[in-house]
């Protein structure tokens, strides 16, 4: 099995590569033999074995903070990442800290690191970093991410907060409504058969599909978990798809509110951070189109910077001509970029929208909750029906 490894020599530098050996004992042996102190020991695996146990926000958020206020004490890049290597305890962290600190002694810019890991450092994170090391300002940019990441955080676990009942209630109730169509109204339906008695219509109809779904359990199973499983990849991994999604979502009064919000907050957010670090506007236009996890945002945005600003237009003119962002918006923008502000306009408005998302989730949990037990009490109350009325013509028979 191959390993890869980063480790330090006696003088304090950094070495790292892979070896080949039966588990990680033998790996701190080898490297115990040629006096090597290990930072961090992983299976080697592709695309990157050092990050196989993954860093989450919170790994980043620490980060940024920590850097952010040893930079403004006056701490030099390295001594601050060496603080860091010695206080994370996850490997993942510690590799990417010592990856980062060999890259610098090489004289690779600082971002560079982050860059070749797209998957935990998003764009907007690579160039918000990018131009705080050309303009010499990393403290206030690391100090700017934090803020945004934590609010990013914030606002993720409170959608997840909000929806966990009521997906614990669909997922309860659906499990109920399974039991009773695969276990118990098929032998209900065979005490009927067996003694010669003809349900009413609709409860015929109803026994008929239990029995079905009774005896084709299986292959019923695969074929959902392969449409969920294609459903997934089509709506979440897919352009087309994420353009279906969101036009579907949008459809949806409640839901549709909701997802105005959170993309307008994180377009105002994005873009303001980006504009304060010095990013040129048609830039920071394009990043913030990968941000703002709204496919209409996300093409309207794309627009504006290649169809609009570089075209010669304002940005006021070129927000006006896109129907997806809401006219108060553009007059905003309109407004602030000719009284020379814009960025803070857009922080404003950015924390404007981020306390009116909680009370549109509120919202959208308070109609939720009730048209799901609407739902799936008259699914449960039809097949209630289905057993409770042969059963009183059967016994109106005696």
């Known amino acids: 099995m191959k390993f890869s490894y980063i480790a330090s020599k006696p003088d304090g530098k950094t070495v790292r590569g892979t070896v080949e050996a039966p588990n990680q004992a033998a790996v701190l042996s080898f490297l115990g033999q040629r006096e090597l102190r290990p930072v961090s020991v992983l299976p080697a695996t592709a695309g990157g074995g050092l990050f196989r146990r993954g860093i989450n926000a919170t790994d980043i958020i620490f980060l940024t903070k920590y850097l952010a206020l ?8 390295f001594r601050a990442l060496d603080i860091l ?3 994370f305890e996850k490997p993942a962290m510690k590799a990417l800290l010592m990856e980062i600190r060999e890259s610098l002694e090489r004289g690779q810019p600082f971002y560079t690191t982050f860059a070749r890991y797209p998957k935990q450092f998003e764009p907007v994170f690579v160039n918000l970093v990018k131009a705080g090391e050309l303009s010499g300002n990393l403290e206030n940019v690391f100090e700017n991410l934090s803020v945004m990441l934590v609010k990013k955080e914030e606002l993720r676990r409170r959608i997840v907060s909000a929806l966990t009942y009521p997906a614990i209630l669909f997922v309860a109730s659906m499990g109920i409504v399974a039991f009773l169509v695969t276990f118990a109204l098929p032998r209900i339906a065979d005490v009927f058969k067996s003694g010669g008695f003809t349900p009413p219509g609709f409860v015929a109809w109803v026994f008929v599909f239990a029995e079905f779904v009774s005896g084709n359990i299986l292959p019923l ?6 449409s969920a ?14 353009a279906y999604l969101f036009a579907l979502l949008r459809h949806i009064p ?25 990013l040129p506007i048609i830039d920071s236009l394009e990043l913030t189109a990968t941000a703002v996890g709204d496919y209409a945002f996300e093409t309207a945005l794309q627009h504006i910077a290649r169809e609009g600003i570089a075209r010669g237009l304002t940005l006021g003119d070129a927000f006006r001509r896109e129907a997806a962002f809401p006219l108060v918006i553009t007059t905003l923008i309109g407004v602030s970029e000719k009284a020379g502000h814009l960025d803070e306009v857009l922080a404003t408005l950015g924390s404007f929208y981020d306390s009116e998302i909680d009370s549109s989730i509120k919202n959208m949990v308070t109609l939720i909750e009730p048209l799901m ?12 029906l289905s057993v409770i009325i042969p059963i009183y013509q059967l016994i109106g028979q005696f």
Do not use: E, H, K, Y
């Open 70 to 77: 040893m930079l403004r004490a006056g701490t030099d890049l």
């Open 85 to 87: 290597i010695s206080d």
């Open 221 to 226: 199973g695969i074929m959902g978990l392969l």
């Open 229 to 242: 499983a294609f459903l997934w990849v089509f709506f979440f991994r897919t352009v087309l798809g994420r």
């Open 254 to 278: 409640v839901v549709r509110g909701v997802l105005q919000r959170i993309a307008i907050q994180r377009f105002a957010s994005t873009l303001s951070s980006l504009l304060r670090a010095g």
């Open 373 to 384: 037990l609407i739902i799936l009490g008259g699914i449960v109350g039809l097949i209630a």
